[in-house]
Each structure stands twice: as structure tokens, then as C-alpha cells.
């Protein structure tokens, strides 16, 4: 057993546990109840004998197999490997054994710090630690309890290691699937005991992923990946122009291609349902569409971009923080520096397609999607089917990439469309080039900035005018006349260098242009505006920008913590050979710290390249470091990707890019060396899928003015004159 | 309506399908082998790169008439039985994929990189493998696995 420092001793949550339950034979839970107090833990008889399964995340059976449903989507981020150890530690199971299994939908996985079964904002870890290791404890007693009774020894005299129960006294000894009927018998303890840390033997060790061989074989099951008897695929063919609508169509070629069943109209437009993707290819090149392209047919970037500086002088402003006095600062400013940065609308770019398949029948519908939110997957499908959502069972694949993309619903909807109009079973597959044209971007900005330096060179004053559209209006999650969004200010506003005379602003201009959540959401923008006008100041104060960002830093403050540990690691201020620099960044997000330090050059012509990124990342405990480090290497790929060249843009109402080959991605021999430092932290515990991400833009224009002189105001850096090398 | 004949991993098997179909559909949803991935249609991304008689191909723009009597090896059969490829065993100790999705085409680019080269040097496997798009950044760790599964396969003889 474990320590029992009552310290560690925790009231245990119940709203997770279970009341009642039904394990199929086949492995799959479904139909969970919401706990109801001092109820017995599930006991349900079946085939293969009873089943323990004290909670909605642990099932052990009587052949020893202990499973962990995972209530979070894998996309990469390595939730499958990181939260059964979180369970598998405290329950002491046997690492090398565990199974794993992806949670239906159901209220028992409820994120908390999200409000729905939703897997985003780096929140997987944080809301899991507490929960996720109680579960995993409140098994081991009942184990240890249920041991102890058929031994008629005490409690605490048995000790469980390996998925087994020991009682060394008497030599005794029963593995977890021996015990799991009778601790299946035994009510759920209230309290449990959770380890001391440093009893660890799983958390903070680099394991091994548990998804890696299924993905290197082609077993692994992605939504593109579902198959089975009867199940149809269909391609839908969208308005080009955002906003537009089917007029009217003529399907009548369409449907004499061979192996074209049906050809619907659904609310996304048209359908073209065949026996396979090739089929139903062919059928949409057959298909006549005629469109109401709708109000916004001669949209255009650059009219958007002019909109933007309008507005910057004549719309409403919504204050985000104002402290002190920044006009004051500035009109007494020895020295001012003044910016104008633009960043544009961005694509999440998943590798494999949107897609999803739908089946219903005899009252239910099923859903196998790769999807980021059960609870609102689970929602569309029921309105769409017309069934009660009890009666949506959402079987959640593989992600091929999220980002943020996948907890968006479109794809789910155009699944149960079909499978209702066609009568069967539909996979619908998005070509790539839907899925560029009509993904939700990330939030072009235009913003202006000013800084004052006062006559003893010290910092004095800051403004940030942020221009642009609201994710959070678009969607309905403020009101349509509400000036703030604040994930269109997160970070701009948290300025973390002490300063005194401080004006953070936000002017909500809307676009038609769909929005969504994109890896880091604010800060994917507003970490580089910050730190690369912050560098712009440095420099026009004649400061280094790592010393003067640790000067106004607290010691002890932990953006300086993992500062200073980039810039140690990555060797600042120590000779480079000549045509490289490097550049420094520090970002606060999603409860993690994050600095970074780029190495950088550019050649004669312009052409840039990464050679080397230290990351020093402070996530409180770090959980599987192997993870945290594939997690800051990915984030660095995706933030360095957009920054070099990714740019979505719009002309005559439609979105102009739509394949790889002219939305344009890292590839292999773009990619710097990753190293990543972990900092020791007792801190509560931070994200890691994405604060790794908003640092790398800045690192590198900062870099890039180091080697040249001229700040990099306007991403990517295809619009600032450079190119990736 | 065309009848071809190819054989997959060893095992020869037909379909009727159009004559324009691309053999990544035959394979998909013909022959039920979904470890070959939908990227881009467009020979841009890599995600489906299978051997056509031992030569990588994008399987989304090479037609089952080209592929017709000929011989395919997909992920699927990259294992030996029981025995994984030096290429799977070093993807798993370096825990090369993330979301995965694009790591069946980087394991057929690889394959067929250390084929013709088995000490690539990190120049080598950029070059090699350039168009294969990983959108999870797994770069590093695809260059690290690869070296590891060539000093294997060295090792091995």
C-alpha cells in the first residue's frame, strides 16, 4: 500500500461514479447513470464472469485485464498514453498490460473546465489530474478491501503492486481479476488515499506511447478508416462562395454513374451518395449545381484588411486593461516606438480530411467520428435525427489532427444528414480541398502598437489596439453587440513586464469569414504582436531583449523561471557563426509557462531558416515527459509552419487556397532541432498541446531583426519579404 | 467497368471498378487495406505512398489500369509475420507518431529510402522524404527512427 499521509487522504467527488450499468460482451459500456450516493459499485453478471467496474473509467474482469476508458479524443497529444497512467498509478495496475478503450459519450466525462466532453484547450491533464488518480485509488481499496475480508485480515496489512493484492504476513496473495466479483460487491469508500509523489513509479517516467504500434502497422482506426456491410460514402458538394446556397440542381447525369445510389440535398449542399469515394467523385463532376452565392460574393482580403484600418480609428473600442496613463507615458516620452502588425485568417490544415459516418436504425444513431466533443456531436445528431440524444451513440475514432477544428460539428451533421436521407449507413468523406475552402480560421488581426521610453531609458508606457473579428460572436457565445471577445485579447492584455502605464484595447470588426478555435487560440496572434514589438523596444531602449525582459521580471516569477532556462540552454549571448542570431520569447498560456529561443538565419536572398529551437517549459507536474517533449516539437512545427507561409485569403467571396500545393505546410527539411528543457515545478498542473506553439513566431522575427535590423511586422513572412528557405 | 488483378502484400485479388479509379480507393474501399491515407488526392502530401513492383507511388494519382498486374506492398504488409520492420520497431522506441495519420506513407518513404541507401545521412532523409507532410512536426523523431532502424538493419546484416 501506499503512503498514508492524510495530507494525500481526499474526499472523493461521486459524481463520477456509477450507479448502474451494462457491460456487453463485447467490451463496450454504454448507457452510464449518473452516481446516486452509497449505492453499490456495478456487479453485473456477465458471460465472462463479473466485471469491477467502480467508476466510468476502470473496468477490471476476471482474467485480470484492467482497461481504462479514455474520455478524451487522440489527436496526437498523447491523452491515451497520459491519462490511464494517471489511473494506473494510483490503482497500482501493471503498465505493461493495460488496456485502453475511447469513452462513449456520457455526462460522467464531463471536462470541467470546459463544461462538455470536449478535448481542447489544453485541459486534458489539468482536469484529469485529481479525478483521474482518485479513480484509480478508490479501485485499489476496494481491491485491497475485498482482499483483506476473504483473507479476514486487516485493511492495512495488505499491499497491492503489479495487480495484485499481497498480504505479506501470511503469504497470501490474489491478482486484481480474482478479486474483481467480490470488490464489485463492496460500496464505494468516500475517502481514498493518493499517493505521495514521490512514490511515483509511473507519472514523471518517459513511457512509451500505447497508440504508437497500432499506428505503424495501419491498424489504427481513423473516422476515413470506418468501414463495415452496407455503409455507403458520400462526397457533398458545397458553395464555393461563403455564405451562399443551393439554388437548384440537376442530378440526372449524376445518378447514371456507375455505383452512384443516391444524390440528395442536405443542408451543407448537395450529396452525392455512392459505393465508394471514387464513385461518388465522379458523381459530383456529373452534378449541376446552380447557386445563390448570397451578400457576400465580392468579399476580398484586401477588403477586410481595409475594413480593419478603418476601424482602427473610427470603431467602437472596448477596453480590455488600462492602468496608469499611456497616452501620458507617451506624450512624456523621451523616446516612442510605433507598430503596425497584421497576422491573417490561418486553416487548421488536419492531415486527414473532415469526415464522418452515421447509421440509423431501429431508434438509434450511431455515430463514428473523429470528433473533439462527444457532448456536442451527440447534440447535432440527435436534432438531425430527430431522436433523443440517449439514444446517440457516439463511438469516437482516431483523430487524424484536430487543432481545435475537429470539436466543430459540420462534418457530423452532413454524416446524419445523409444516412437520413439515404435510409442507410453514410460515411461522408471531405475532399482535401473542402476541407482548406471550408474549414473555421483562425481570426486575421490588425493591430497598432506604442511604446514609451522615458528619459532614463526605462519602458514607460504601452498600447495595443487589437482590430478584428470575434470568435465567440460568430459562434453566439456573446451577444451580437458585445464589443468584448476575450480570446481576442487573452495575453495582449497580460503584458507580464511591469509596467505601470498600460492600454489594451479591442475593436470588434466581423467578417463573414467563418472562425473557429486554432491551436492557441489568442495567442497564436497576440504572443508574437507582444513579444516582437517588445523587442522593437528593447532595442530602440539599447537593451539585450532576454536581459531586459528578465529585468523587469520578479525572481521567482515563472515566465522568468523558464526564460532564463531557454536562453541558459540555448547558449544567448555565446558567438554564433556568422549570418545566424537568435531570438527569445515567453508566453503564459493555457496554465503553463513557455519560453523559447530560436536560432535563425537568413540568406542574401531573403530565405530564412530555423536551425535550432530551445524550449523551456514549466507545466507543473510533467506527467510523461516523453510526451511534453513530442508535445513542444509539435508546437514549434505548427506555430513555425503558419508563420513561414501560411496565409488563407479570400477573393470574390470564396477562400483561394485549397491543397497542399498553395496552402503550403513544414515540411521535413524545414524543421529545426527541438530540444526541450522541463522545469521542475510543484505548481498545479498546465497544458501541453499547445503553449508551445505561440512562442516560435516571435522567437524567430526576433531573431530575424537581431541579423537585420528590421522588425518582421506582418505574418507570415511571404508578406514581409522573405522566404522559407 | 474494368476488371483488374493486383497483387497486395503477396496475395493476388481483383476487383471491378472504373479504369480511372485511383489505386489508393481500390486499396481503401475495394480491398478493405485502410492503413494507406487520404491526404490531398494530388501526389502533394504523401499519406498514401505504397511500392508499385518495390518503387514508391502515390497510390491517390495512380490509377488501377497502371497498377493492374502488377505487385503493391502497403503498410499492411510491411511486418514480416510476427516481426515488425526495423522502420515500425524504431518508430515505436521513438515514438515517432502522434495523431498518426500520415505515418504509413513516411514508413513506405522510408522503406524504400533505406532500400536504396541504408546509412542516409539527415540531408538523405530530408531529401527522401520532402513530400511527405507531417502536420504534427513528428520530423525530428522520423529522422531520428530512421537512423536508429539503419544501425538495425546494419546490425542484423
Redesign the interface.
Known amino acids: 500500500m501506499t503512503t498514508r499521509e492524510t495530507d494525500h487522504r481526499f474526499r472523493v467527488s461521486r459524481r463520477n461514479f456509477l450507479k448502474a450499468g451494462a457491460v456487453a460482451g463485447g467490451g463496450l459500456l454504454l448507457g452510464l447513470k449518473l452516481p446516486v450516493g452509497g449505492r453499490m459499485a456495478r456487479a453485473e453478471e456477465t458471460a465472462e464472469g463479473a466485471d469491477f467496474a467502480p467508476n466510468a473509467w476502470i473496468r477490471i474482469t476476471d482474467d485480470d485485464q484492467v482497461t481504462v476508458l479514455v474520455d478524451r479524443s487522440e489527436?496526437?497529444?498523447?491523452v491515451m498514453t497520459a491519462l490511464p497512467m494517471l489511473i494506473a498509478e494510483e490503482l497500482e495496475a501493471d503498465w505493461d498490460r493495460i488496456a485502453t478503450e475511447f469513452a462513449p459519450a456520457d455526462q460522467a466525462y464531463t471536462n470541467n473546465l470546459l463544461g462538455s466532453q470536449t478535448t481542447g484547450g489544453s485541459t486534458a491533464i489539468r482536469n484529469a489530474w485529481r479525478p483521474l488518480r482518485e479513480a484509480g485509488a478508490t479501485a485499489r481499496e476496494m481491491l485491497v478491501a475485498a482482499a483483506a475480508e476473504r483473507w479476514g485480515v486487516d485493511f492495512s496489512s495488505c499491499e497491492a503492486a503489479g495487480q495484485v493484492v499481497r498480504h505479506p504476513a501470511s503469504g497470501r496473495s490474489a491478482t486484481y481479476g480474482e478479486l474483481a466479483a467480490a470488490a464489485a460487491e463492496r460500496e464505494v469508500p468516500e475517502t481514498v488515499f493518493l499517493k505521495d509523489p514521490k512514490d511515483y513509479r509511473l507519472i514523471g517516467t518517459p513511457r512509451?506511447?500505447l497508440?504508437?504500434?497500432?499506428?505503424?502497422?495501419?491498424?489504427?482506426?481513423?473516422g476515413?478508416?470506418v468501414?463495415f456491410d452496407g455503409l455507403l460514402?458520400a462526397q457533398v458538394v458545397r458553395c464555393p462562395v461563403i455564405g451562399g446556397r443551393v439554388r437548384s440542381f440537376d442530378a440526372e447525369q449524376a445518378r447514371q454513374v456507375?455505383?452512384v445510389r443516391q444524390v440528395v440535398a442536405i443542408d451543407a449542399g448537395v450529396a452525392v451518395i455512392a459505393?465508394?469515394?471514387?464513385?461518388a467523385s465522379?458523381g459530383r463532376e456529373a452534378l449541376s449545381v446552380e447557386w445563390d452565392y448570397g451578400e457576400h460574393a465580392d468579399l476580398t482580403s484586401a477588403a477586410i484588411e481595409r475594413r480593419f484600418r478603418e476601424a482602427a480609428d473610427s470603431g467602437e473600442a472596448a477596453t480590455a486593461r488600462s492602468e496608469g496613463d499611456a497616452d501620458a507615458a507617451l506624450a512624456e516620452a523621451a523616446r516612442t516606438v510605433e507598430a503596425e502588425y497584421e497576422v491573417p485568417f490561418l486553416a487548421h490544415?488536419?492531415?486527414?480530411?473532415m469526415n464522418c459516418t452515421a447509421r440509423i436504425a431501429d431508434g438509434v444513431c450511431e455515430v463514428w467520428a473523429p470528433t473533439q466533443n462527444q457532448t456536442a456531436t451527440q447534440e447535432v445528431a440527435a436534432e438531425i435525427s430527430g431522436l433523443p440524444k440517449d439514444q446517440v451513440h457516439v463511438h469516437t475514432t482516431?483523430?487524424?489532427?484536430?487543432?481545435g477544428r475537429r470539436s466543430h460539428t459540420d462534418f457530423v451533421a452532413d454524416a446524419v444528414a445523409c444516412a437520413k436521407a439515404a435510409g442507410a449507413p453514410v460515411k461522408v468523406?471531405w475532399?482535401?480541398e473542402e476541407t482548406t475552402r471550408h474549414d473555421h480560421y483562425r481570426p486575421a488581426t490588425y493591430n497598432r502598437l506604442a511604446a514609451a521610453i522615458d528619459g532614463e531609458g526605462q519602458v514607460s508606457g504601452w498600447q495595443h489596439r487589437i482590430v478584428g473579428p470575434s470568435i465567440m460572436g460568430q459562434i453566439g457565445m456573446i451577444a451580437e453587440d458585445e464589443p468584448m471577445d476575450r480570446t481576442s485579447v487573452e495575453t495582449a492584455k497580460e503584458v507580464p513586464y511591469g509596467l505601470n502605464n498600460i492600454h489594451v484595447d479591442f475593436v470588434r470588426t466581423d467578417t463573414p469569414v467563418p472562425l473557429w478555435w486554432w491551436r492557441s487560440v489568442g495567442h497564436s496572434q497576440n504572443d508574437y504582436i507582444r513579444e516582437a514589438f517588445f523587442d522593437e523596444v528593447a532595442a530602440a531602449a539599447g537593451e539585450d531583449p532576454f536581459e531586459l525582459r528578465r529585468r523587469l521580471l520578479p525572481e521567482g516569477d515563472r515566465n522568468r523561471r523558464v526564460l532564463e532556462r531557454a536562453a541558459r540552454e540555448a547558449g544567448w549571448g555565446e558567438p554564433l557563426p556568422e549570418g545566424r542570431a537568435r531570438g527569445i520569447a515567453v508566453v503564459h498560456a493555457f496554465g503553463s509557462y513557455c519560453a523559447e529561443v530560436a536560432e535563425v538565419s537568413v540568406s542574401d536572398s531573403n530565405e530564412v531558416r530555423v536551425h535550432r529551437v530551445d524550449v523551456a517549459i514549466d507545466c507543473g507536474p510533467a506527467v510523461n515527459p516523453?510526451?511534453i517533449a513530442?508535445q513542444m516539437?509539435?508546437?514549434?512545427?505548427?506555430g513555425l509552419?503558419a508563420a513561414l507561409g501560411e496565409a488563407i485569403t479570400v477573393d470574390r467571396g470564396q477562400v483561394e487556397q485549397g491543397?497542399?500545393?498553395d496552402y503550403r505546410?513544414?515540411?521535413?527539411?524545414q524543421?529545426p532541432?527541438?530540444h526541450t528543457h522541463i522545469v521542475d515545478s510543484d505548481q498545479e498542473p498546465g497544458g501541453v498541446g499547445e503553449p508551445g506553439t505561440p512562442p516560435i513566431a516571435p522567437a524567430m522575427v526576433n531573431a530575424i531583426r537581431a541579423l537585420t535590423g528590421e522588425p518582421v511586422r506582418r505574418l507570415p513572412l511571404t508578406r514581409s519579404g522573405y522566404q522559407p528557405a | 467497368m474494368t476488371a483488374v488483378s493486383v497483387t497486395v502484400n503477396g496475395e493476388t485479388r481483383e476487383a471491378d471498378v472504373a479504369s480511372d479509379t485511383p489505386l489508393l480507393w481500390l486499396l481503401r474501399d475495394n480491398f478493405g487495406l485502410t492503413g494507406t491515407k487520404y491526404g490531398c488526392g494530388i501526389a502533394q502530401c504523401g499519406a498514401c505512398t505504397v511500392h508499385l513492383d518495390g518503387q514508391p507511388v502515390r497510390a491517390c494519382t495512380t490509377t488501377v489500369a497502371q497498377a493492374d498486374g502488377r505487385s503493391v506492398a502497403t503498410v499492411e504488409g510491411l511486418a514480416e509475420g510476427e516481426d515488425l520492420h526495423p522502420l515500425q520497431a524504431a518508430w515505436i522506441a521513438e515514438n515517432v507518431p502522434q495523431c498518426g495519420f500520415c505515418q504509413s506513407g513516411q514508413l513506405m518513404s522510408a522503406a524504400d529510402l533505406l532500400a536504396r541507401n541504408p546509412e542516409p545521412t539527415d540531408a538523405d532523409i530530408d531529401a527522401a522524404l520532402a513530400s511527405n507532410l507531417c502536420r504534427c512536426g513528428t520530423y525530428q523523431r522520423i529522422r531520428r527512427a530512421i537512423h536508429r532502424a539503419a544501425q538495425d538493419m546494419r546490425e542484423q546484416g
Open positions: 489527436m496526437g497529444q498523447g512509451d506511447r497508440d504508437a504500434p497500432a499506428k505503424v502497422d495501419g491498424s489504427a482506426r481513423y476515413m478508416d468501414q460514402t456507375p455505383g459505393d465508394g469515394f471514387w464513385p465522379k490544415g488536419c492531415m486527414e480530411p482516431f483523430l487524424g489532427g484536430g487543432f468523406i475532399t482535401r516523453e510526451i513530442e516539437e509539435s508546437g514549434v512545427a505548427y509552419s491543397n497542399f500545393d505546410i513544414l515540411r521535413i527539411d524543421m532541432e527541438v
